[in-house]
């Protein structure tokens, strides 16, 4: 059993998300130990008991005029329990590169879109993207032995379970790719066809020179041919790979 946190120093949205937590408690039983809440990363931190227990923390990156900000918890948090799940939430879609600079490995990111609160099928949809990734955090702690793959970047050698990675794409002119996990980017000498016989059924193409993790999917614009994963990437894609990946994301 887990434990899932949130703080938001704005009462309205902490209101907002916490039932949603809520919800998924009410639901899952089993699985969520407790919920608690708090509106600074204060008094966030003075009810954490046990960072040694598995916990998930929705954390605002911009925690109003306080001497510590979400990024900054989320550090403190990372650093006591190295295996706990962050989502992030804010109102600024460019904040999310922000977690790469802070080396914070993150489930999710989710923008606070003014219409979660006007619009059912948004709500719903920002409801499965929060269970999935609640649920995804869940089985995480099920798998004892996860796969991983080696990479090597230059002189660095990189061991990254394939449950980490959101996509990788080839390289222009080189026979290198770009691996995107959820805490950071690397460029591996490996061909883009070759790591992709190393991945599961979880991957696939979404055009010629990019490989997606479909669970990862956050969005789908399919009159702009364009996906979103989590931590807000965006990735083109080809007509052919189309209706595969509609067909996922809508199932």
Known sequence: MIDIYL????????????????????????????????????????????????????????????????????????????????IFLTTERDMAYKTFDYQIRAIDYIVKRPEYMLNQEALSMLKQRITRALDEYVSSLCISCEKALTLTSGSQIYKIPVSHILCAAALKGRHQIEVITNTQKITAAISLKDFFLQLDNRFTYCNKSCIIQLPKITELNAQKRTLTLCGNIVCDISVREMKKIRDYFQN
């Open 7 to 86: 703080c938001e120093d704005n009462k309205t949205q902490l209101l907002f998300y916490s039932k949603i937590i809520q919800e998924y408690t009410k639901s899952h039983p089993d699985q969520i130990r407790t919920f608690r809440f708090a509106p600074t990363p204060e008094a966030l931190l003075e009810m954490i008991s046990d960072f040694s227990h598995p916990a998930v923390y929705f954390i605002d990156i911009l925690l109003g005029d306080g001497h510590m900000n979400g990024l900054m918890l989320a550090q403190i948090i990372r650093k006591n329990a190295s295996d706990s799940g962050i």
